[in-house]
Structures are given as structure tokens and as C-alpha cells.
Nanobody, 126 residues
Framework: QVQLVESGGGSVQAGGSLRLSCAAS????????MAWFRQAPGKEREGVAGIDSGGITSYADSVLGRFTISKDNAKNTLYLQMSSLKPEDTAKYYC????????????????????WGQGTQVTVSS
């Protein structure tokens, strides 16, 4: 079965950095678009960053310039490098996979993402 296993979440001070990882099994994400989402308490789940099978990346305006999404196809692992973290970045972060589609992955509707990780908590304190 397809599984997405996340790691790297934790607590960090404002201005700090974290690197999230999402290891896929049961398939290789070279055939999929991959993305990171996040959801804070009381807020709607939002897309953070996306990457397609060709390596084209896209980002939410709120994280542009601070976060970097990447993948290692050989390791079947997705990454989110987060820098200059702010308290408003505090949320539970999820990785997800969708059938490969051309264009900006960040703009794909959430229903297209068939596979989701369990989520990992990121807490940024001031």
C-alpha cells in the first residue's frame, strides 16, 4: 500500500530553520506531483509548496523566499527546507501526492491529492 512517512517537525525559535522529510513507499513519486500543506488550529488547510515530476516548484505567497521544496527521486523522499521561521508558521504540516499534472502544483485543488502523510507538528515560538 502507498504510505507517506514524515519526519523533521519540532519546536524552534522565530528566525530558526527546520527541514521536513517525507519518505514514500509503495510507489515512486517521480510519477506524481508532491506538495506540502499545513493547518493551524481554527484555520483552513492551505497549500504551502509543490513540485512536479520535472522539478518545477511553486509556493504560497506567505512562504515565498523562506521555504524550499525539493525531492530526491532515488531516495523517494520529499523535503521542505524552512528558514526564517515565524510564529505564524506554526501548524501541522502534511505531505501529499497527486497524479502528475503540468502547471503550478500549488494551484491544484486539494481533492486531487490522493495520498497524505500523517502530519508533523511545527511550532515556532517568539
Amino acid at each position: 500500500q502507498v504510505q507517506l512517512v514524515e519526519s523533521g517537525g519540532g519546536s524552534v525559535q522565530a528566525g530558526g530553520s527546520l527541514r521536513l522529510s517525507c519518505a514514500a513507499s509503495g510507489y515512486t513519486h517521480s510519477s506524481y506531483c508532491m506538495a506540502w500543506f499545513r493547518q493551524a488550529p481554527g484555520k483552513e488547510r492551505e497549500g504551502v509548496a509543490g513540485i512536479d515530476s520535472g522539478g518545477i516548484t511553486s509556493y504560497a505567497d506567505s512562504v515565498l523566499g523562506r521555504f524550499t521544496i525539493s525531492k530526491d527521486n532515488a531516495k523517494n523522499t520529499l523535503y521542505l527546507q524552512m528558514s526564517s521561521l515565524k510564529p505564524e508558521d506554526t501548524a501541522k504540516y502534511y505531505c501529499a501526492a497527486a497524479p502528475n499534472t503540468r502547471g503550478l502544483v500549488i494551484r491544484l485543488p486539494q481533492y486531487l491529492f490522493n495520498y497524505w502523510g500523517q502530519g508533523t507538528q511545527v511550532t515556532v515560538s517568539s
